[in-house]
């Protein structure tokens, strides 16, 4: 179902290391904002005085830094920027990772099956989105990040992670269904114990298909 050898989606990330696939749509999106000399600064300051190549791995701290400057700097915006940044890693994934057969494959397939196999690709590639943090899939339409490196601790009383709902939302529909939803029913951010994703299609949630 891969363009690459490696598995659907990214190549392998070794240990505290992350995919340039989330930081590369950030970098433009903060450039096109606020300008390419605010938008240098904010990644030199978070360790990345070079952008990286797409095909790279970046250690997962620097990515936390970045992401921290994100919300410090911008608060108001900071919720729009990262769910921009995460439908545009999404789009970056559906298209230059995913084969056009895989693609007509899932279109094909019922659903909750498609779902199902995607939340399972999903998964397998989990170090080059969640970094240290330990995805895991409930079921085809509900997911976990455990100590999620990229949801800030205990800031505030709303769900944080608008990067990763945005990717998963954006991911799934493209890939599944075009009505899908996610919605992040627990977050770090807001005192929870993981961060918790929910999809839906018109307020129907995937069956877990058998595996």
């Known amino acids: 179902m891969s363009s690459t050898s490696a598995g659907l989606f990214w190549t392998t990330h070794p240990e505290g290391m992350m995919s340039a696939a989330v930081v590369v749509p950030l970098h433009a999106i903060l450039a096109e904002t ?76 019922p659903w909750s099956m498609a779902a199902w196999l995607l939340a399972r690709s999903v998964r397998q590639n989990s170090r080059a989105f969640a970094g240290s943090g330990i995805f895991s899939v409930q079921t085809a339409g509900s997911f976990v990040i455990f100590d999620n490196p990229l949801a800030r601790p205990e800031s505030g009383a709303a769900p944080s992670c608008h990067f990763h709902r945005a990717l998963f939302e954006h991911m799934f529909q ?24 929910r999809l839906t299609v018109g307020g129907a949630t995937p069956e877990a298909h058998p595996r």
């Not at 599944?176 to 929870?192: I, L, N, P």
């Open 34 to 109: 606020f300008g390419q000399r605010i938008c240098d600064d904010v990644f030199a300051d978070a360790g990345m005085g070079r952008l990286p190549g797409p095909e790279d791995s970046v250690p997962e701290a620097r990515v936390v830094r970045l992401f921290d400057a994100v919300y410090t700097s911008w608060p108001e915006v900071a919720p729009d920027l990262l769910d921009r940044a995460g439908r545009v890693t999404a789009e970056m994934i559906v298209m230059q990772r995913v084969t056009a057969r895989a693609r007509l494959l899932l279109a094909n397939m």
């Open 174 to 197: 493209r890939l599944v269904h075009r009505d899908f939803a996610c919605v992040e029913t627990e977050c770090r951010s807001a005192g929870g114990g993981c961060c918790a994703f």
